[in-house]
């Protein structure tokens, strides 16, 4: 079974240009997770969709962040513009979402730099 | 921001040492998880616990549900290099698939 997969591994950016980042779940799950992640600390969670609805996006930053998950499969989350401090890493994580096994598996993530 | 208390925040110990980390919240969770994550790398999830008290393991590790569901452990027997790496424990409440994390455990093993 193919993991979850994230691209691009690494972006480097000048501020103020948008960015955008791919996520493709792991077939079959449900539930979508887009989290932030700065050096030294845990994941943030920015999103997450149950099939294509956002069900909670209370910590998304919706002047400059935005997300779509089309189909309820791949999500793309989007920066624009980006700034010095949205440097971190962004991971995408699914689950079955179906009530009990509820375990969520990461992709590697994205390792974004704004200069 | 984190909604789990997760300590010690790093650890330092001696290669066949055993090891004891912990995750508490004032919130009640209906799932623990607990992930290391390698330098340049994505979490990688190791235990998942379903039921209060349930005790898990998966070779040397073994983690805990906490009886008040409102926390968890996770030890690691006789460590080696390869333990070294940042650990994390993972809470997801009742009937609903938010899933919140502690600020990890950093353990740094000396052969």
């Known amino acids: 079974e193919a993991g979850v997969v994230q691209s691009p591994r690494y972006k480097i950016i000048e501020k103020k240009q948008p960015v955008a980042f791919w996520c493709n779940p792991i077939?079959?799950?449900?539930?979508l997770y887009w989290y932030l992640q700065n050096l030294g600390q845990g994941p943030e969670l920015l999103i997450r969709y149950e099939n294509e609805e956002a069900v909670d996006d209370s910590q998304l930053p919706k002047d400059r962040f935005s997300a779509e998950r089309l189909k309820g499969v791949d999500s793309t989350l989007k920066i624009q513009p980006a700034e010095l401090g949205d440097s971190a890493v962004y991971l995408c994580?699914?689950?079955?979402?179906?009530?009990?096994?509820?375990?969520?598996?990461f992709g590697q993530g994205t390792r974004l730099t704004v200069v | 921001g984190q909604q789990l208390n997760q300590s010690p925040q790093s650890m330092f110990i001696q290669e066949g040492e055993d090891v004891s980390m912990n995750c508490t919240s004032s919130s009640i969770f209906n799932t623990w998880l607990w992930y290391k994550q390698d330098p340049g790398e994505g979490p990688v999830l190791l235990i998942a616990l379903y039921k209060a008290g349930e005790l898990t393991s998966n070779g040397r590790l073994t983690a805990q549900f906490g009886i008040t569901r409102k926390d968890s452990f996770l030890n690691i027997s006789a460590s080696i290099p390869s333990d070294v790496g940042i650990y994390f424990c993972?809470?997801?409440?009742?009937?609903?698939?938010?899933?919140?994390f502690g600020a990890g455990t950093r353990l740094t093993v000396k052969p």
């Open positions: 077939s079959g799950h449900n539930t």
């Open positions: 994580a699914s689950s079955r979402g179906d009530g009990f096994y509820t375990e969520a598996f």
């Open positions: 993972a809470g997801i409440r009742y009937n609903n698939n938010d899933m919140r």
